[in-house]
């Protein structure tokens, strides 16, 4: 083993990671993010004290993982998909 940066795996949080990951699954969760509502990475930025670069590496797990979407428009936000919400409010609906 070499005295390097370690590398992390795909699906390892960075340590800047883990606090813009827990808050907006927990926001997705108390409806603070409405269905289809833009996430606003530069104002999640500033509150986290990260760059918006840091922050859309952030963004990017959550959207690997089902609970965001890239706005390819945008491509600088992403959208809460209504099926994340609605599967945690109990209504079923699919992903598209």
Same mark, same amino acid.
């Given at each position: 083993?070499?005295?390097?940066?370690?590398?992390?795996?795909?699906?390892?949080?960075?340590?800047?990671?883990?606090?813009?990951?827990?808050?907006?699954?927990?926001?997705?969760?108390?409806?603070?993010?409405?269905?289809?509502?833009? #996430?606003?990475?530069?104002? #999640?930025?500033?509150?986290?004290?990260?760059?918006?670069?840091?922050?859309?590496?952030?963004?990017?797990?959550?959207?690997?993982?089902?609970?965001?979407?890239?706005?390819?428009?945008?491509?600088?936000?992403?959208?809460?998909?209504?099926?994340?919400?609605?599967?945690?409010?109990?209504?079923?609906?699919?992903?598209?």
């Amino acid at each position: 083993m070499t005295g390097g940066p370690r590398v992390l795996g795909p699906y390892e949080l960075h340590n800047n990671d883990i606090a813009p990951d827990a808050t907006v699954r927990q926001r997705i969760l108390s409806d603070y993010y409405r269905f289809g509502q833009a #996430l606003p990475t530069g104002l #999640l930025s500033e509150e986290f004290l990260l760059t918006t670069e840091q922050v859309t590496r952030a963004v990017r797990r959550l959207v690997r993982n089902g609970w965001v979407r890239r706005d390819p428009v945008l491509d600088q936000c992403a959208a809460v998909p209504d099926y994340v919400s609605a599967a945690y409010a109990g209504v079923a609906l699919k992903p598209q």
